[in-house]
């Protein structure tokens, strides 16, 4: 997103594994917030038929797909760990691709702002190229549990992802505002009405110096 200018306020979102970035843009949704989401469109530019997963069967063959002619990401993301010059092929095949439809879409959102969600806002540092940048924040002990129960994964494998990661530090250094996740889902949703009226002074402040 290097250059990026879009006309809409760009909340930028992020947050290490298992730190509750979807419940959260799930309630920012709520208020009819439109939200872009890295993931999503990191999977749409992978589908079947894309000139993206043609290049990845052509590469690893088609070990790397399901019986239904979908990318396996668990098998994917077992040979990237493995190999950092894959790693770095395959970052160079998605990224550019990836970037493109981001910028597209917060280009084309409707709402007062929009909410860019990129699990590597810091380490790819998109967090200069929005307006404001707002992270999820959990212990990394809580992250570590959340994970394992969602993913049904082993804990070794979680945590070489989080070591991969920005630090919880590294996060925050960069933060305009933090959401606490470690407590109830009540304490989170008051968090979100707080974030989301301040952002909408923001985004009208922004409409009118532009």
């Known amino acids: 997103m290097a250059g990026m200018v879009v006309s809409n306020f760009v909340v930028g979102i992020s947050g290490g594994i298992g730190s509750g970035k979807t419940t959260v843009t799930d309630l920012f949704a709520k208020y009819g917030i439109d939200v ?4 999503v469109i990191a999977r749409e530019v ?26 396996d990401r ?36 409707k709402s007062a702002y929009c909410l860019l969600s990129v699990p590597l806002l810091v380490e790819n540092k998109l967090y200069q190229q929005v307006d404001r940048v707002v ?16 993913d049904k994964t082993n804990e070794p494998q979680i945590r070489a992802i989080m070591s991969a990661q920005a630090t919880r530090q590294q996060r925050l250094a960069v933060a305009d505002d933090v959401i606490d996740n470690n407590g109830k889902a009540d304490d989170l949703g008051k968090q979100v009405a707080q974030l989301h009226q301040g952002y909408l002074q923001l985004a009208k402040q922004n409409t009118i110096s532009n």
């Open 36 to 39: 872009i989401d890295a993931d």
């Open 46 to 71: 992978v589908e079947p038929g894309t000139p993206a997963l043609e290049a990845i069967v052509a590469k690893f063959g088609e070990s790397v797909l399901d019986q239904a002619g979908s990318l």
């Open 74 to 109: 668990a098998k994917l993301r077992t040979l990237v760990f493995e190999d950092t010059e894959v790693k770095n092929w395959l970052n160079q095949l998605l990224h550019p691709a990836i970037r493109e439809q981001m910028l597209l879409q917060t280009q084309q959102a």
């Open 135 to 150: 992270i999820v924040d959990v212990d990394e002990q809580t992250q570590l549990q959340r994970t394992l129960l969602r």
